[in-house]
């Protein structure tokens, strides 16, 4: 028997029965506030996911992450409040007032349809993101210098957000006054209902790009992580995977965005922060950037630790969340997953050598 | 009762003046990324916890001022020394376990600088601290249309003695030549006798060294609190990555014209918009000169 | 390959049904147990009463609001001390936001729904009043906030302690143009508060037959003002009108002085430099500046006098100075007090008391000269303040002297230069068309 870590129908199963457990969470607990803090930490997950997808198997250490995720949860924040806004009587959100704004701007009109709203929410991101990967993976940007290169945009994003305040209200944010309503329904973000959506969305995103990473252009982003150079003399054109990866993680994190908005009802510049990007890095190599399922449990173990450790630990969250850091990526390079793989490794080492092994 | 406030027209004395301040800017980039650009050139490491020595050196100034009375120009030396000493400690004790890892340093050092955030708000309390300058410094000088403060004449002077300094230690002396060989081929100049690990140590804790110098000097303009570094380390790394890898000419460069788009701007219109033309206009950069100014290929490390 | 993509499919078609049946409805929102929905009183006799207290003790903004945080333990143990609320022990839950905008939002609805706490002070930037309003406002709840804010929101649920933008300059402006001159020029922090503060300026200054010069904002957390600078020093007010805040504002003050700049030739009046910024930038830097508040240290009362003494000695009063923020955080636990006593004579009994009914019982609620280190201040029907701002300059020992009180108090006004929005009253916005909108933000 070989290591079990690797085989597939052994991954497929654990996949099915970690969804399965999270969908019975809200059915086991009583008080809403925790059925929101978990949706909440569905969507961190996601953003954890969507850093395994591309820096794990793409191998682009993207700190960028947060544009896609802050532009859909603007187009979220901006849609929720334009069903909250009426055209006769209260045009504008208030905070234009401030601006000098007497009309609504035309940035913001296609928000009044929500359909249309959390569509552009879902697509910009990712088109930028396309943009963007073409214009870096084209001139073969690579290592550090994506890194770079997705921070300084992600800054330029971060202060445009600040600056632009007749359009984004600034430091102050977006806070919409009543839950996302949907046709006759309305989403209450302490409901079960946002719990489940915010699943569905994760199952059917990490069951996806599983799939797609065990297809053969999976193979080939890996290929691509490992070599760029002998994956480009074997013909496969390097920036095309590596702009397709890029776009798809910034499709991720955007409908993490979105959700985002639903269930916290808030948007603001912290969105785009430099730290909160890196953070989700973190996030991904706790449970192991190279397992999609372990990135969303290291996002679920920081979180849920940061909040219910809470006051014990209260001065030294950050420097516990530091130094955990500093000793994974130390001595744990591929975080708790590559644990797990070295554990039961030794259970299936009598057999003989693996079998290929595809991503986890 | 409206003004204008977005643009500014041109006029002859105060545009010669955001000149001035475009290169008083530069020189405070420089400074603070000054470190960060000889780390990276000679050993690959992305510090992202510079910004955080910058810190260190800042409270070093602060402790050294109210705990010892130090008078400030013996403490900008002594933040030198003291955050070298914390950087050489840090590169033995982490950072030479990663050299083969570039991105993972990047993450670590991240990593670095949370905990020396919180660290020196637990140790010395998160409220800012307050480094006082020499009156003669907190007056400002003038000649012909230029008004300019004596403390930003100070930092000016100050980041070009560094650069000289630094450009000298690297060409003219037996270390720096040291320095350049392990740059250029580690196992070469390790089979000639050179011993690495000692001189990326020195380099790292000389890059650590002139962010604390850089720190003494940023504590007496603003304010000295745990997340200040933060504020920097963004521009730093522009400055390096515009400027090429490995090449402090490109760093004095980048960092000169980095300033003075960002001043000419911030003149026209107004800060934040100008810092958002500077990211913007960096990543235009790098898509058509990757490798930055003055590096001949891009580093495959 | 070929069993993979089998369960696979698989799968997602069960995970379909599961999204397929919230989407459409199918069971939405049966498992809310809200507290409110139960009908569980939120004080029970005998108990205590719980309210939260949400500031940040750690991070960025713990500069600000650790001290917040102990001026409301303070003057709970006061209360407390003094026999509690009607014989009701005052319980606070005290939670750390880690000046970080995602735990305000994420604290305040475990105040809410698992600690069941009745009110909540927190808060000290707009940012997190925002995090907070929208939880606040759908389990029609209340939040105390006690600080300064552009105003401009009308809602149900959120009583306010600090001077509004209406509040805040208008004397200050008037007070400049007559002591210094005519020409103004604006600084700011880059958000909100700041151009909403400056357009009310504008108002005053124009009627005080003032001129401004120009306008121009910081990013906040900035420390470069050089440019700013540059832009004044070629334009030469006659005073700058600053709504710079935290770090930047020290920053600001700094290079003033180090530009070469003088105090007495061109002050900077604002509105946050305080007895806490003025000591972490050093007195010299301060001295001769002036700032528009409701409440300084320095203020010659008995009231006042007392609340310094006893602040600073007990065990919460490390931080060695009180100033504006501490003092209208003070003041909206015993806005709390009063409304908690008003409802509960109302109600009959402190179990049907609610925390909707704490808001609309506190119009009309008068802090009186023996409680109010500030002076006599009472609640509008909006629950804002009506106050009496001041003015005071710094001098070299860090303290401010008053050189202006306002004679009367001055009424709060959420909407005033807005009056085509239409006007905020106890039940709402009344809009121009006749319609009340319950709560805008």
Redesign the interface.
């Known amino acids: 028997m070989s290591n079990p870590y690797h085989n597939p129908k052994a991954q497929w199963a654990a996949y099915l029965v970690f969804f399965v457990v999270l969908a019975c969470v809200p059915l086991m607990v009583e008080n809403t506030f925790t059925v929101n803090l978990l949706a909440r930490f569905l969507v961190l997950g996601m953003l954890a996911l969507s850093v395994s997808l591309v820096w794990g198997y793409g191998g682009i250490l993207s700190l960028g992450q947060g544009i896609a995720f802050g532009l859909a949860a603007y187009g979220m924040g901006m849609t929720m409040q334009m069903q909250a806004q009426d055209p006769e009587s209260m045009p504008i959100p208030s905070f234009m007032l401030t601006n000098e704004l007497t009309e609504l701007p035309a940035l913001w009109e296609p928000f009044w349809h929500a359909p249309t709203g959390i569509a552009l929410a879902l697509i910009v991101p990712t088109l930028f993101f396309a943009a963007l990967g073409t214009i870096m993976f084209q001139a073969r940007v690579a290592g550090v210098f994506v890194a770079i290169v997705t921070l300084a945009m992600l800054s330029a994003w971060y202060s445009m957000a600040f600056d632009m305040q007749p359009y984004t209200a600034g430091f102050n944010g977006i806070s919409p006054p009543n839950p996302l309503q949907l046709g006759e329904y309305s989403i209450d973000p302490y409901s079960a209902t946002a719990y489940w959506i915010a699943l569905a969305c994760l199952t059917v995103l990490t069951l996806g790009l599983k799939a797609l990473l065990h297809s053969k252009f999976g193979l080939i982003i890996q290929a691509v992580r490992e070599d760029p150079e002998r994956a480009r003399f074997l013909g496969y054109s390097v920036a095309a995977y590596q702009v397709s990866v890029f776009t798809l993680s910034g499709f991720v994190a955007a409908v993490a965005g979105v959700l985002w908005v639903m269930i916290v009802q808030y948007v603001s510049p912290t969105a785009l922060e430099v730290s909160f990007s890196v953070t989700m890095v973190i996030w991904a190599a706790v449970g192991g950037r190279m397992s999609l399922i372990g990135a969303i449990i290291g996002a679920f173990l920081v979180n849920g630790m940061q909040s219910f450790l809470g006051d014990e630990l209260l001065y030294g969250f950050l420097l516990v969340l530091g130094g955990l850091f500093i000793v994974i990526v130390r001595f744990l390079p591929n975080g708790l997953a590559g644990l797990l793989e070295s554990v039961l490794g030794r259970f299936g080492k009598r057999a003989a050598p693996s079998d290929a092994g595809g991503p986890v | 009762?409206?003004?204008n406030?977005f643009w500014?027209a041109f006029?002859f004395?105060?545009f010669m003046?955001?000149l001035l301040?475009g290169l008083?800017?530069a020189s405070?980039w420089l400074i603070a990324a000054l470190g960060l650009a000889i780390v990276y050139g000679t050993m690959g490491v992305?510090n992202?916890a510079h910004g955080e020595f910058v810190m260190l050196g800042a409270y070093t100034t602060y402790l050294l001022q109210s705990v010892f009375g130090l008078p400030f120009l013996l403490c900008v030396p002594c933040a030198f020394l003291i955050v070298a000493a914390i950087g050489a400690i840090i590169e033995k004790l982490?950072i030479r376990?990663?050299y083969k890892?570039?991105?993972?340093t990047?993450?670590?050092t991240?990593?670095?600088?949370?905990?020396l955030?919180?660290?020196v708000?637990?140790l010395v309390g998160?409220?800012?601290?307050?480094v006082?300058s020499p009156a003669f410094?907190?007056?400002?000088m003038q000649f012909w249309v230029f008004?300019l403060?004596?403390?930003?004449v100070f930092i000016f002077g100050v980041t070009i003695a560094a650069f000289v300094v630094t450009w000298w230690l690297l060409q003219k002396t037996r270390v720096g030549l040291m320095v350049r060989a392990v740059t250029q081929n580690k196992e070469i100049a390790a089979a000639h006798g050179i011993d690495a690990g000692r001189v990326y140590t020195l380099t790292f804790a000389y890059g650590a060294g002139l962010a604390g110098l850089a720190g003494a000097m940023f504590g007496?303009?603003?304010?000295v609190?745990?997340?200040?570094g933060?504020?920097y380390i963004?521009e730093a790394?522009?400055v390096v990555?515009v400027g090429g890898v490995g090449s402090l000419a490109g760093s004095l460069v980048s960092a000169l014209g980095l300033g003075e788009i960002y001043?000419v701007f911030?003149?026209f219109t107004?800060?934040?918009?100008a810092?958002?033309w500077l990211?913007?206009l960096?990543?235009i950069f790098?898509?058509?000169r990757?490798q930055g100014l003055f590096s001949e290929a891009?580093a495959r490390? | 390959m070929k069993g993979s993509r089998r369960s696979f499919l698989k799968s997602s078609a069960a995970l379909g049904t599961v999204a397929g049946a919230s989407a459409i409805g199918g069971f939405p929102q049966l498992l809310i147990k809200d507290a409110n929905a139960q009908g569980k009183p939120w004080v029970t006799k005998g108990g205590t009463i719980k309210v939260g207290v949400l500031f940040s003790l750690t991070g960025s903004l713990a500069v600000v609001e650790t001290d917040s945080n102990q001026v409301v333990q303070f003057a709970i143990d006061k209360i407390n001390k003094a026999g509690g609320i009607m014989g009701m022990k005052v319980e606070p839950v005290i939670i750390d936001a880690k000046s970080d905008i995602k735990v305000y939002s994420e604290k305040i609805s475990q105040l809410i729904l698992k600690d069941r706490v009745i009110a909540t002070f927190g808060g000290y930037t707009s940012a997190s009043r925002r995090a907070m309003a929208p939880i606040v406002m759908s389990r029609d709840h209340l939040l105390y906030y006690p600080t300064c804010y552009e105003g401009r929101e009308c809602t149900q649920n959120i009583v306010n302690t600090g001077p509004l933008a209406n509040q805040h300059s208008q004397d200050l402006i008037p007070f400049m143009v007559k002591n210094f001159g005519k020409k103004v020029y604006f600084v700011g922090s880059n958000y909100i508060w700041p151009k909403e503060s400056n357009k009310n300026a504008k108002v005053w200054l124009e009627r005080a037959g003032g001129e401004l010069l120009g306008e121009e904002y910081v990013e906040l957390g900035g420390s470069d003002f050089t440019s700013i600078f540059n832009k004044i020093r070629q334009t030469k007010p006659d005073f700058i009108f600053s709504t710079v805040v935290g770090d930047s504002d020290i920053a600001l003050h700094k290079q003033f002085k180090q530009e070469g700049f003088k105090v007495d030739k061109m002050p900077i009046a604002a509105l946050t430099t305080g007895e806490i910024e003025i000591r972490a930038m050093g007195a010299e830097f301060g001295a001769g500046h002036f700032l528009s508040a409701p409440y300084f240290e320095a203020l010659d009362t008995p009231t006042n006098k007392k609340f310094v003494d006893e602040y600073l000695s007990s065990k919460y009063g490390k931080g060695g100075v009180t100033h504006y923020n501490m003092e209208e955080t003070y003041l909206s636990v015993y806005a709390f007090k009063a409304a908690f006593e008003k409802a509960a004579a109302k109600a009959g009994s402190v179990e049907a008391v609610t925390p909707r009914m704490l808001r609309d019982v506190t119009p009309g609620i008068r802090l009186e000269d023996d409680i109010s280190p500030e002076g006599l201040v009472w609640f509008d029907e909006t629950c804002h303040l009506y106050m009496k701002p001041k003015i005071g300059q710094c001098g070299g020992d860090g303290q401010f002297k008053i050189v202006q009180a306002a004679k009367d108090h001055i009424a709060p006004d959420p909407f005033v230069i807005y009056p085509e929005r239409g006007v905020c009253k106890f039940d709402g916005l009344h809009t121009k068309d006749g319609k009340v909108l319950k709560s805008v933000l």
């Open positions: 009762m409206s003004v406030h500014t006029a004395e105060p003046n955001a301040i008083s800017m405070i992305i992202m982490l376990h990663l890892r570039p991105l993972d990047l993450l670590a991240w990593g670095l600088s949370l905990v955030v919180q660290g708000r637990l998160p409220e800012p601290k307050n006082t410094l907190n007056a400002s008004e403060s004596w403390f930003r007496a303009i603003k304010n609190f745990p997340d200040m933060a504020g963004v790394f522009l990555v001043s911030a003149y107004n800060g934040t918009f810092k958002f990211f913007l960096v990543v790098l898509r058509f990757p891009l490390r």
